[in-house]
């Protein structure tokens, strides 16, 4: 799936991401940066985990995953500010190229978590 450019822009600002999973104990989430997340070619996103057991355990036993992300600092559809809502299946990778490209930049990753967007939508 195509990134957006806007949501590309969202990603060079600061802000917080909100990653929503689903496991047996209910819904569970986790926030990491903006910062931190890196798109591949082929438009997955890719996120550094140090902790996020839980996380893990829940992608484990399903892998839909809902992911939030947004900016003050990128124009949206109503004025300053911009945010999306991503909707997609995810994965966790211990080793192989999409470990070893968040190893490079983030010395503590244990995995990567990556996410394969069925839908992206701009909310703000």
Known sequence: MDIPEKMTQVLEKDG???IATLGPNGPHMVNTWNSY???T???RLLIPAGY???TEANVAFNDQVMVTL???KVAGLHGPGTGFLIKGKATWVASGPDFEVLKAKF???RATLAI???SITQTL
């Open 41 to 43: 070619e082929d438009g």
């Open 70 to 72: 947004g900016s003050s």
């Open 107 to 109: 010395a503590w990753v």
């Open 52 to 54: 996020m057991q839980t």
């Open 116 to 118: 394969s967007p069925d």
């Open 37 to 39: 997340v890196c798109v």
């Open 16 to 18: 917080v991401v909100a």
